[in-house]
């Protein structure tokens, strides 16, 4: 089979390292900005790096390639932002289709937030799969949540899968979690964070908030200023974000701080002020390890960067699990194509 894929929208790289575990090689990553390329590269140095505007891109020369895989940015359809859509001109999914139709692939994968699928985009998410149905696939979508399979997280993630007609594709169980087929308990922040090495603190502080939220649980409401929330040890940890940094970092509280304080507030007692003792916030290697990125993985720039490039990365693991069965489905195709292969025009990458 030909493995070859690009990546588009390539980030720090945790798609491109997923889809290498799995059994592509990831010849091209495409991204804008510059610290992530830097990034890219120093931790995939094989692959050939493209710093610049998707939409100034020829694709044409990549005809031949195996995949075409990458994720536009999530701005647009987030749940937490402004939800214009089609309208906000960070929208690139009609970029994807391009790159899709100018480098006639032998699949396809793109990667996007779940908020895509909710009614408000779910006919614009519909129009962009029949665009790519008429370039001759077969197209599969669905959400999947990271902590599933085994990542120490609760991420949903919409993946939109091409492949040559016919091809026979089934998306991944989970493997942890519930769900799963043998009952492996889902990863927890606890054991993912167990022999962490060594990062600068995040010294951004840590305050009670002045009307604390109450909820049932300690790790929901709002008990503190900020955007950043504690974590259960003992589950997967919230969604890492591209905001964290400062007052939006999740909060570690090996101590129980946070759990007594939330009794004392439900019992009735009165809240309370200042900076909250015996907390802190997690660190670029802390966050980078509930994304599942291995520990060689080197960020680079300034720490805000680095925690963006994190949150903004697809977990590794995640785009290992859906990377092999997308690898699996084009190595059991075999002799199918699509129309647009059968002239022979095709050319290697």
Known sequence: MNNTAIDLFAGAGGLSLGLKLSGWDVQAALEFKPDAVETHRRNLPETRHLCGDVRAVDFTQFQGIGLVAGGPPCQPFSVSGKQLGEFDARDMVPQFVRAVREAKPTAFLMENVHGLTTAKFLPYLKAKIRELEALGYDVHWRVLNSADFGVPQNRLRLFVVGLPPGTAFT???PTH???SVDGRPYAT???ALAGVPFDSPNNAKVVFAKNPILRRSPYAGMLLNGQGRPLNLDAPA???TASAGGNRTHILDFDG????YHAHLVAGGAPRV???PGVRRLTVRESARLQT???WFEFTGEKSRQYAQVGNAVPPELA???GAALHSAVSAAKGKSRPNEADGAVRAA
């Open 177 to 179: 979690g519930p769900a």
């Open 189 to 191: 922040v606890r054991a």
């Open 171 to 173: 998306f991944p169980v």
């Open 257 to 260: 701080v946070l759990h007594a």
């Open 320 to 322: 290992r699990v859906v």
């Open 293 to 295: 990125f291995p520990d």
């Open 274 to 276: 200042g900076v909250v």
């Open 238 to 240: 919230h969604t890492m």
